[in-house]
């Protein structure tokens, strides 16, 4: 059981580059989550999915795409990376959207 | 506007002394409540959550949380602090729509 992972865990972009980031699950958890955490201000939502081939904006979406097209995987996109996305990045998923569980991060960072 | 507010962005503690890390909510409901500590370069691990009933609640490592709804709060303690415990601390709530809000966070440095 390898709970929530991610892949890569790291990655260095140079600007306008596009990249996915995958997490899979293996716990059959409706939920996945896409967090940034930067400095000083925790974590944030960037998009999230309550189930296979639903997704929904978060607080922090815009420069990111979401899919969702198998239940134990939820990739993040970036089209055109840009240095102000140079963040960590968590995947997180959850049986019920209560308690969640967390990958180990992904650092990206873009030039 | 709803939020979660960790007052105190860093606190620097001695090792065998008490700990105490303040978290406040502007939900109007009770939310779901947790607190996750962060190892330098790790991902997040549950501390413990509060759900409801008691409302002191006992998690790993030693620590417990009091939820307090009149102050809207659930601050963390540990009584005897150990260089391990070196990390950052953040609260987090869930009010009632299954998407979870943290705080800025809290980093604890420990102190021989």
């Known amino acids: 059981n390898a709970g929530v992972t991610q892949t890569p865990k790291f990655r260095v972009l140079k600007t306008g580059q596009s990249m996915t980031l995958l997490c899979a699950q293996d716990?059959?958890?409706?939920?996945m989550y896409w967090y940034r955490q930067d400095p000083g201000m925790g974590l944030r939502l960037i998009h999230y999915s309550v189930g296979e081939g639903t997704t929904a904006k978060g607080e922090v979406p815009d420069g990111y795409n979401v899919s969702r097209l198998k239940k134990q995987n939820f990739l993040l996109g970036l089209e055109s990376a840009a240095p102000s996305q140079t963040s960590v990045y968590f995947c997180?998923?959850?049986?019920?959207?209560?308690?969640?569980?967390f990958g180990p991060g992904t650092r990206l960072t873009v030039l | 506007a709803q939020s979660v507010t960790q007052p105190d962005i860093h606190i620097t503690v001695s090792e065998g002394a008490s700990l105490e890390l303040r978290c406040n909510y502007s939900y109007g409901a009770t939310p779901y409540l947790f607190w996750y500590v962060q190892s330098p370069g790790q991902g997040l691990q549950l501390l413990l959550k509060?759900?409801?009933?008691?409302?002191l609640v006992q998690g790993i490592k030693g620590f417990e949380a009091e939820f307090k709804r009149s102050q809207s709060s659930f601050n963390l303690r540990k009584p005897s602090v150990h260089w391990s415990d070196a990390a950052e601390y953040f609260c987090?709530?869930?009010?009632?729509?299954?998407?979870?809000?943290f705080g800025a966070g809290t980093t604890v440095t420990v102190r021989a």
């Open positions: 716990m059959n958890h409706e939920y």
């Open positions: 987090a709530v869930v009010p009632n729509d299954y998407k979870l809000s």
């Open positions: 997180a998923s959850s049986l019920e959207g209560v308690e969640q569980f």
């Open positions: 509060y759900f409801s009933g008691d409302t």
